[in-house]
């Protein structure tokens, strides 16, 4: 069996909906705004990534095994 990760499946869903919004966001920006504040979606969007990666590690890990002594 397989350890829960710290985010709930609602939780994940937004963070997947968030990270994609993000992600198509940053070109579009950079293509219609002359500025670069087009770089903070792809701040967001890394931030975003590294949460949905550590919760993926942290799902994947294995529950430890409990030996009575």
Same mark, same amino acid.
Request: net charge positive.
């Given at each position: 069996m397989r350890s829960a990760g710290? %985010?709930?499946?609602?939780q994940?869903?937004? *963070?997947? %909906?968030?990270? %994609? %919004? !993000? !992600?198509?966001? *940053?070109p579009l920006a950079a293509k219609l705004v002359d500025d670069a504040s087009w770089f903070f979606a792809i701040v967001v969007s890394l931030v975003v990534a590294t949460v949905i990666i550590a919760d993926d590690a942290q799902?994947?890990? +294995?529950? +430890? *095994?409990?030996? +009575?002594?």
């Open positions: 710290f %985010l709930s499946e609602r994940r869903r937004f *963070a997947w %909906l968030g990270f %994609l %919004l !993000a !992600a198509f966001q *940053a799902r994947r890990r +294995p529950t +430890p *095994a409990d030996y +009575p002594e």
